[in-house]
């Protein structure tokens, strides 16, 4: 195998990691949450931030890295319609996803504080997934749109 398809092999193993990583653990984490069983909700939160930081996370870092040296290989240039939509998307998805992390981080410790001291979540906790829910919305249509592109590179 050469060194372009094997880039681009990596290229697309990390972008299902990043999409199925990043779509499994919200689904758990908004299902989980609509149980309200605080012991469920601290350990499903203590995964998601755990898968996150292990495979979405590096995803994330390799996707723009490998997208432009399989660009440059292929003597695509940004300009490229396609190529320039996906890298705005992909900035899209980013700009939702920081906030995301950070949000993550916060529920889990609520979580995780409940569990322990054996209280219920506050309500501080629903109005942080609330948002975290709403990110996800835009983060996951605009991945969608750029697997979209990737595929059928339209103009």
Request: charged fraction near 10%; include cysteine.
């Amino acid at each position: 195998m050469n060194t372009y398809l094997m880039i681009k092999w990596l290229h697309i193993l990390s972008s299902v990691l990043m999409v199925g990583t990043g779509f499994g653990t919200a689904f758990y984490l908004f299902f989980v949450n609509r149980s309200r069983n605080v012991e469920a909700i601290a350990e499903v939160s203590r995964l998601v931030v755990r898968a996150d930081t292990w495979f979405t996370t590096p995803a994330i870092i390799f996707q723009p890295l490998s997208g432009l040296w399989l660009m440059h290989e292929a003597g695509w240039t940004l300009q490229t319609g396609w190529i320039f939509i996906s890298f705005a998307l992909f900035f899209l998805a980013g700009a939702c996803w920081l906030p995301v992390v950070w949000l993550q981080l916060r529920l889990r410790n609520m979580a995780r504080s409940a569990r322990d001291e054996q209280q219920p979540l506050p309500q501080q906790y629903w109005r942080i997934a609330r948002i975290w829910e709403m990110l996800g919305y835009p983060a996951f249509i605009a991945v969608t749109a750029i697997f979209f592109l990737m595929v059928n590179k339209p103009f």
